[in-house]
């Protein structure tokens, strides 16, 4: 049997066809896997008040059970309340309230319904505010005020833009002399 070219054509695309489509079939869990879309505190980003409750949202639903989110200081020790709340696409867990400066990181297991686990982390940086007190013994100097300067106007100043208008204005008029001039010629 002699194997014509055209039909060994035939069959490499029918086998690259098969294999293209069968890799798109494996890769369809993978296209409807859940991601984070948004995190609050923002992933990264430095706050100056401590946040009542860390939010992760996501592309899918989430189920009500099995998400966990733990958030812990930058000693390692835990700053959440352990209560976490699922509304939808969100995982809302609740925070104490913060005391210590440096970088907090958080990190999640979100369960969607028929996907894998979401697992993660990110970081954010809290920097306390920091309040001083005046000491009793400091006793403050009177201020006395000085008089306001008028700032960007002086004589030269005045003088300049006195001497720009007028030269506007000239050249205003040469302008419509020769357009006159221009007119007349016609």
Do not use: C
Not at 58 to 71: A, F, M, Q, S
Not at 119 to 134: C, D, H, I, Q, R
């Amino acid at each position: 049997m002699r194997i014509d070219e055209g039909d060994h054509v035939k069959s490499v695309a029918k086998t690259i066809a098969g294999l293209a489509l069968a890799a798109t079939l494996f890769n369809i869990p993978a296209a409807f896997a859940n991601t984070v879309v948004a995190t609050s505190p923002i992933a990264g980003t430095t706050i100056k008040t401590g946040p009542s409750a860390v939010t992760i949202t996501t592309e899918l639903p989430l189920i009500e059970e099995g998400n966990d989110i733990i958030v812990t200081d930058p000693n390692g020790q835990r700053v959440d309340t352990g209560i976490l709340t699922v509304l939808g696409t969100e995982a809302v867990a609740e925070m104490k309230p913060l005391v210590t400066s440096g970088i907090y990181t958080v990190a999640y297991m979100l369960l969607a319904e028929a996907d894998l686990p979401l697992e993660g982390s990110f970081t954010f940086n809290y920097s306390a505010v920091v309040l001083t007190t005046p000491s009793a013994s400091a006793v403050p100097e009177p201020v006395t005020p000085t008089p306001a300067q008028p700032i960007g106007s002086n004589l030269a100043t005045n003088i300049f833009v006195i001497f720009l208008l007028g030269l506007s204005i000239l050249i205003l008029i040469g302008m419509g002399v020769y357009a006159r001039k221009i007119f007349k010629e016609r």
